[in-house]
């Protein structure tokens, strides 16, 4: 059913204007996540790849003896003598790099075995030459070229340490104890250390990839992977990043110091789209994976289809994200990711720090990644443990979600403009049908107290949204609740667009960019704390211009009514509570819907006060009243089920025009009026004795 069908009363122009204006204050820029040459999603008939536990058919391995003996001399010996017979083959007939083996499969299925040792890959490092280093490609956001397929065959290693081509069912797999014990080391010369292109059913087993200036291994169009105990680290972007991919398992994987997130499988094969929450199959699985001190832990743009449980998130800035919010990605909107009986704590790091210092305008070698540098690429808000921008039917249930200062779940909706979609009828087609269900918040897996900031923050858009029963703290303060079957809600919203003063914090706070060291002031994402924060501001600047105008009002209209004058007694506790419920300490707690109540009631005593001389003003201060004790309960009682927009949208234009309005009124003197206002409920003035006319004298006694 059509949004503009379902509220025949709301035209489409009005949403046409809410989102032209958003763009208009929208100050993001056009930057993108994951720049690619366009691809086509998988055609869906792969698989997921089986690990083969058979004898290598390539050995790769470094020519250091003596440091390989030591390397494997603390091995289980069963496995240490496997690595001293492999060693020996490879001495024969075996590669030095990893590249050289990957160019020499001929055929699919074929295993390569990588012995314990550092492979820098040194035949891959020179800088282009010849027509490679003449290339007429499009430049990515961040200045590396965008290839096409041709390209990349032709100059594999223009921007891959390893290039894994068209290959059909390979498998690679470090021989050691641990994944430590294979690296393949990037030295930040170079976007990826591994690129399987085109590589349907590839496997990846037991090594460490790091040090790229993009990401260490990367799965683009393919169809069946599986990552197996492998570990990525210390990228300017992602540790594993997977698009436009299906038949995928990431399982036991590890990841760490990545400059967007650790795990990313963007733009996942797009299977369920238009299905409910019952769907037949995931396109991608992870599972086992531990994902740590990144920016975020795990992030997918149009992250479709994924299956992500029994993993952990922390020390993040944020836990885990999915969104719609970056353009040239298949399958936007987002749509069906399901978390389940995942950790998901203590995601507080504040990395934003090194990139206001100075450090991340350094060279990636520079920086400090090993210590414990991570440079955020793009925006979002710490403290988060799940964020979902733009996502459609997501399921999150039964994980364990605490320690967060922010919040434990977070929800927005992205407007299609934002991902470059123009059409109106897609404008506000994201945050929609996401279920919160059955997670422990604010506890950890012992049951002790490990609390969120609040565990929930919505913008209010979308419909078909529920959460669990009892959240301890979220914004707004009541939300739609989950029924015991999926699909079922009580107390269902519909609104076509957030609250405005959320909005206008997502909008101010988009305006980050890593290169140029721009972290937008008011925003507390990047360290804003009290009068810094835009949304202080502006509850303070409206705050300033209703006491002003509301203050001279009363001495010019009710300065005689008790009613009058009680009511705006009670208007400037109102205001001082938006003010004081604006700050971070207050904002999750009941005062801001305590400070719409009172202004309510200022706006309706006012109202009755003002009917007898300015019955038209009157009518109007008497709606506004309406409409913010409507808002007060919309926030703190119920959110309001099927009405296309917050009361606060409305009582934000009615407003506008009152404050016009009561600056007239105040200024207008009542032509004949008396000079006193009397309340509608005061006793009449008592009845006067009249005085008789002045007759002609009489004539007095006679002496």
Not at 247 to 259: A, I, P, T, W
Not at 365 to 384: D, F, H, K, L, N
Not at 563 to 573: E, Q, V, Y
Not at 622 to 634: N, Q, S, V, Y
Request: hydrophobic share 40%.
């Amino acid at each position: 059913m059509s949004w503009t069908r379902r509220f025949p009363a709301v035209p489409e122009a009005l949403l046409a204007a809410l989102l032209a204006l958003l763009s208009l204050l929208a100050a993001a820029p056009a930057a993108r996540a994951h720049e690619e040459r366009p691809v086509a999603l998988p055609d869906g008939t792969g698989s997921v790849p089986a690990y083969r536990a058979t004898e290598p058919d390539l050995i790769v391995c470094k020519t250091d003896r003596p440091a390989f003996e030591r390397r494997v001399s603390a091995f289980p010996e069963d496995l240490r003598r496997r690595n001293l017979d492999l060693y020996e083959r490879c001495e024969r007939n075996g590669y030095r790099h990893l590249q050289q083996a990957v160019d020499a499969v001929d055929r699919p299925g074929m295993n390569i075995a990588v012995l314990p040792g550092l492979y820098e890959e040194e035949p891959s490092l020179p800088k282009p030459t010849g027509e490679c280093a003449a290339l007429k490609a499009p430049d990515s956001s961040l200045g590396y070229q965008i290839l096409s397929w041709e390209q990349q065959v032709a100059c594999p290693h223009n921007q891959n340490l390893v290039a894994i081509l068209g290959k059909t069912n390979l498998q690679i797999e470090g021989t050691g104890a641990s994944r430590l014990d294979v690296v393949i080391d990037a030295k930040y010369q170079k976007l990826n250390a591994l690129r399987a292109d085109r590589s349907n059913g590839v496997y990846f087993r037991n090594f460490t990839a790091q040090r790229t200036t993009f990401n260490s291994l990367y799965v683009l169009a393919g169809d069946g992977f599986v990552i197996d105990d492998v570990l990525t680290r210390w990228n300017d972007e992602y540790g594993f990043l997977t698009f436009a991919s299906d038949h995928g398992l990431y399982k036991n994987c590890e990841s760490y110091g990545n400059g967007d997130s650790g795990i990313y499988p963007g733009s996942a094969s797009n299977i369920n789209d238009g299905r409910g929450y019952d769907v037949p199959r995931y396109s991608i699985e992870i599972t086992g994976c531990r994902s740590h001190h990144n920016m975020v832990g795990y992030s997918g743009t149009a992250g479709d289809s994924v299956w992500v449980h029994d993993n952990e998130f922390d020390q993040n800035m944020g836990g885990a994200s999915m969104d719609s919010a970056f353009p040239g990605h298949p399958g936007l909107p987002q749509n069906h990711a399901r978390f389940e009986r995942n950790l998901i704590h203590d995601n507080n790091q504040d990395y934003y720090r090194f990139v206001a210092d100075g450090t991340c305008a350094k060279p990636p070698a520079e920086r400090g990644y090993e210590q414990g540098v991570v440079c955020p690429q793009i925006s979002m808000p710490p403290g988060t443990g799940i964020i979902t921008a733009g996502g459609n039917w997501n399921l999150y249930e039964d994980n364990w979600v605490y320690g967060h200062r922010r919040a434990g779940f977070y929800l927005s909706a992205v407007p299609a403009f934002i991902r470059g979609e123009e059409s109106w009828s897609k404008q506000a087609d994201t945050s929609h049908h996401n279920r919160y269900a059955g997670n422990v918040l604010g506890k950890d897996r012992s049951g002790a107290p490990r609390p969120n900031g609040a565990d929930v923050w919505w913008d209010g858009q979308g419909k078909g949204n529920c959460w669990q029963d009892g959240p301890a703290g979220s914004s707004p303060g009541t939300l739609p609740q989950c029924g015991k079957e999926r699909g079922q809600v009580s107390g269902a919203s519909a609104r076509l667009v957030g609250e405005p003063v959320k909005l206008t914090q997502l909008l101010v706070c988009a305006d980050y960019n890593v290169q140029a060291r721009r972290l937008p002031a008011g925003c507390d994402w990047y360290g804003a704390r009290g009068l810094e924060r835009v949304e202080t501001q502006l509850a303070l600047a409206v705050a300033a211009v209703l006491a002003l105008v509301g203050g001279v009002l009363w001495w010019r209209r009710l300065r005689h009514s008790r009613l009058g004058t009680a009511a705006c007694l009670l208007g400037l506790g109102g205001l001082a509570l938006e003010v004081a419920g604006s700050t971070t300490s207050l904002m999750n707690t009941p005062v801001p819907a305590l400070a719409l109540l009172l202004l309510g009631l200022w706006w309706t005593g006012a109202g009755i006060a003002l009917r007898p001389r300015r019955p038209w003003f009157a009518r109007l201060t008497l709606l506004l009243g309406a409409l913010t004790l409507l808002d007060a309960f919309d926030k703190a009682v119920l959110m309001i089920p099927w009405i296309p927009l917050s009361p606060a949208w409305i009582r934000a234009l009615v407003a506008v025009a009152w404050v016009l309005w009561a600056v007239v009124a105040a200024a207008r003197p009542d032509a004949g009026a008396p000079a006193r206002t009397t309340d509608p409920a005061d006793p009449p003035p008592p009845a006067r004795t009249p005085v008789p006319a002045a007759g002609p004298a009489r004539p007095g006694p006679t002496a």
